[in-house]
């Protein structure tokens, strides 16, 4: 949060982006080092049975797989520090074009799911505190359980029976109907998914919420609140939950990247075109070039929620400076 | 207050939300398919993956065609050709009047330009390719020589008979050689091809739109689209399935066959597949190589309760590496391998294993066309321990799984799904000792006999012949018992009762040239 020397926010803000240099270039040793190392050989994949070994042997001169590794490293490091993340291996286009077009339904879906984690959360949270031991209290918290402990694949499939199999209220899979399209549209088919990817964050918000809140109701100032004669919602607005906010807040950060993580389970289940539907099938593939380039999205968006959730800080509590 | 207002704003979002669906209704003369996955590319050359095919083979043709629903050829883009005493000469007369999609002319020449993109590694357009070009299906070609505008000779280095359904082939489908000079690489998302629909828009990871072609040589489609999803969880595509969000599909949950066939609104179709699903044995393992080992664990496998409880009868049982759809050219009068424990002990006892012995087991997590691995080789270990094998499973991903495969292991499981109608290509590719890894004959099994009959059916030319080798080659097979012979996967494809006129080819293809809505 506060930070050393002078300068004030944007000061600080640039310094930050600069830390983020060395944290991106260990994701990327990383990404590269764990992808490659995992057996597994995308000539073999690519080219299937009917290839020779002639027909592998060149295609791994061309990739330059026949080259050490560090050398590997060194060619795509150089490439990426120049703005060309290089192109898929199978797909043969260039990888950034195709990550950022990916990264566009990931962004819909995290936003989705975002939304209904907070709306969920905090207001079953909020209930929790203020009706703290009742019946309602104990409901949203057993509900909140159960939510955290819920895999999303799971989730994911239990809606797609009930509520496009069964009920029919929402479509299966896609972000879009195949003909017609529209914002209604991709809301349409947007429930089902964010539900499934929000659901695990809205239990983790609720029950921080909750702490956080019944921390706060028992101050002091809350008493003299009351006292004053102030009504219970303008006591709980105003002065509990501004206060109990920066936890909530901190945690919202993490939710980020906990979301854009399990995107990639939920995208998969429900065919949304996103990020991390492509990152399971080029892993498969071990399509290299696009796995590296999808990762580093993610870790640097990481990275920029993480800087934008500490200058937020600042605009919720005054309190905090960042010189 | 706020929370009550976001509150509202949610609720207005999703009525948004449930009233958009309702105006969701399919078009009339748009057929919706439901994918596993998109297709990967476009460049009919380098297409290798069963989903890309899917969708090419309706954007271009080859010369030579397949009869829908078998494996006969019949003429394609070629009306008709011949070929030399020798079986060295193959001479095609080509279709008049046919136009790419751009408009330019089908001709000897552009067979002739597309051929040698890919045979001639220092041509300008070789590196249009992505990745190099897979040399089995043009490595044995001499040259392409122009005879006249309608007329190509393609002459071959040594007779290889299977090359005619090479051609048929989408590795050898014929593109529009102006589109090639034009797009270079990105011909992977630009197809232009001569078949009865081309590529109206491809949203990468949401939808490939194909349009009619009304100039088509062969007649106008009656469908004015073809949408093609890809949907990769098998709950989903059922569900769309069965909400009408799509009107055909592929693999979805055995499960639930029973209640698709139940549903009025939907048919289920099935036909058997040259699909085969086996477990390679080792033949160089100090154990395995004995062949009774091998023929008493095929004994030891009970492949009808498999096929019937894992499987929910989506497979027939398989008794050699070709299935029925092969017509004259499979045996049945081959070394069979009912379930018998008791006389897969007795054999075990007389190789000198009374007490049975270990092995290793590779299994994939899951794969193209592997059906249900893990669960299938559960059973296989559990029903090889009655006989006293011990099997170590040992699961991997199915991309590090393929490296292994290939890896000499003791057993592993494996399927094969030939790309191409000649018993060649199920029979040479993975039992020759010309196939030792990196190509498939991964148990490395050799039988000179074998060798010989498998060397001489690719040179062999008329039908009559060539059914007498495949023949006693497969009876070789059978009794060497180089696989555990498990079982042959039959297609099964789940359609709206909308869609008329849809019929099953043996390769998976899914074919809508004939097919209409009603």
């Known amino acids: 949060m506060a930070a050393v020397g002078g300068g004030g926010l944007p000061a600080y803000a640039l310094r930050r982006l600069l830390l983020a240099v060395p944290v991106l270039f260990g994701v990327s040793v990383l990404v590269f080092a764990v992808l490659h190392l995992a057996p597994g050989d995308p000539a073999a994949i690519m080219l299937g049975a009917q290839a020779t070994k002639e027909d592998v042997e060149r295609l791994h001169r061309d990739l330059g797989l026949d080259q050490p590794l560090v050398v590997q490293y060194l060619r795509w490091i150089g490439q990426v520090a120049q703005g060309d993340l290089g192109r898929s291996i199978p797909l043969g286009r260039a990888v950034l074009p195709e990550v950022l077009l990916r990264f566009k339904a990931t962004l819909v879906l995290t936003a989705g799911a975002l939304a209904i984690a907070v709306l969920l959360g905090l207001a079953a949270g909020i209930i929790s505190a203020v009706k703290q031991y009742s019946w309602l209290d104990r409901l949203s918290m057993g509900a909140a359980v159960t939510g955290v402990s819920l895999p999303v694949f799971w989730t994911g499939i239990m809606l797609i029976i009930v509520f496009a199999l069964q009920l029919r209220w929402f479509p299966s899979s896609g972000m879009s109907s195949p003909y017609g399209s529209g914002v209604g549209d991709v809301l349409w088919h947007l429930v089902l998914p964010a539900v499934t990817l929000g659901t695990a964050s809205a239990a983790a918000l609720a029950r921080l919420t909750r702490s956080s809140v019944l921390e706060i109701i028992r101050q002091d100032y809350v008493r003299s609140a009351r006292a004053k004669g102030l009504a219970e919602r303008a006591v709980i607005a105003r002065h509990v939950l501004k206060n109990a906010i920066n936890p909530i807040i901190t945690v919202l950060g993490v939710q980020v990247g906990f979301l854009l993580g399990g995107a990639i389970l939920t995208e998969t289940v429900f065919s949304w075109p996103g990020l991390g539907s492509m990152m399971v099938r080029a892993i498969q593939a071990r399509d290299y070039p696009l796995v590296q380039g999808g990762v580093l999205l993610i870790a640097t968006t990481f990275v920029v929620v993480n800087l934008a959730v500490d200058l937020l800080y600042a605009i919720f509590d005054p309190r905090i400076r960042y010189d | 207050m706020t929370t009550r207002r976001a509150w509202m704003f949610a609720l207005v979002i999703l009525a948004v ?379 991997m991903e199915w991309g590090a799984y393929l490296k292994k495969y290939l890896d000499a292991p003791d057993m592993a499981e494996m399927s094969w799904n030939p790309s191409i109608g000649d018993p060649d290509h199920v029979t040479y590719m993975l039992l020759s000792s010309d196939r030792f890894p990196p190509a498939f004959n991964s148990g490395f099994f050799q039988n000179p006999r074998v060798d010989e009959l498998l060397r001489k059916g690719r040179t062999t030319v008329g039908d009559a012949e060539r059914v007498a080798i495949y023949k006693e080659a497969q009876r070789i097979i059978a009794d060497e018992a180089p696989w555990i012979f498990i079982d042959h996967g039959r297609q099964i494809i789940i359609h709206r009762k909308r869609v008329q006129g849809f019929k099953l080819h043996p390769n998976f293809d899914l074919v809508l040239s004939q097919v209409w809505l009603q």
């Open chain 2, 17 to 395: 939300a449930l009233a958009s669906g309702a105006d969701a209704a399919p078009p009339k003369d748009a057929i919706v398919i439901g994918l596993l996955a998109e297709p990967v590319t476009m460049d009919p050359a380098q297409v290798t993956d069963l989903n890309s095919a899917r969708v090419t083979k309706r954007i271009f043709e080859g010369l030579v065609a397949q009869e829908l629903g078998s494996y006969k050829l019949i003429p394609g883009l070629a009306r008709s050709w011949d070929i030399s005493k020798d079986g060295l000469t193959y001479t095609f007369h080509l279709r008049p009047n046919v136009t790419f999609h751009d408009g330019t002319p089908f001709n000897a020449e552009a067979v002739k330009f597309c051929y040698e993109r890919q045979l001639n590694e220092d041509g300008p357009y070789y590196k249009t390719g992505t990745y190099p070009y897979v040399k089995g299906f043009l490595g044995n070609v001499q040259g392409i020589e122009v005879v006249n505008p309608l007329t190509v000779q393609i002459k071959l280095k040594t007779p290889l008979t299977p090359f005619l359904q090479y051609l048929a082939h989408q590795s050898l489908f014929i593109y529009s050689p102006d589109a090639l000079k034009k797009y270079g690489k990105d011909i992977v998302k630009n197809p232009v091809g001569t078949g009865p629909f081309k590529l109206e828009t491809w949203e990468p990871g949401v939808k490939v739109v194909l349009a009619r072609n009304d100039r088509y040589w062969g007649g106008a489609p009656k469908l004015r689209q073809a949408i093609y999803v890809p949907i990769i969880e098998a709950q989903a595509r059922l569900a769309a399935i069965k909400t009408g969000e799509i009107d055909l599909t592929i693999d979805v949950p055995p499960d639930s066959l029973d209640s698709l066939r139940k549903d009025p609104n939907i048919t289920v179709a099935e036909a058997n597949s040259s699909a085969v699903w086996y477990v390679t044995l080792n033949t160089r393992h100090p154990i395995l190589k004995d062949k009774r080992v091998r023929q008493a664990m095929n004994l030891a496998i009970n492949k009808e309760a498999i096929i019937r409880d894992i499987l929910k009868g989506t497979a027939i049982v398989s008794t050699g590496p070709m299935s029925p759809v092969y017509g004259p050219f499979r045996e049945e009068k081959t070394t069979q391998y009912p379930y018998d424990p008791a006389k897969a002990k007795a054999l075990l006892k007389e190789a000198g294993y009374p007490n049975g012995f270990d092995v290793t087991f590779f299994v994939p997590e899951s794969g193209s066309g592997m059906q249900q691995p893990v669960e299938m080789g559960t059973v296989i270990q559990a029903q090889l321990l009655a006989v006293g094998i011990k099997a170590k499973i040992q699961t």
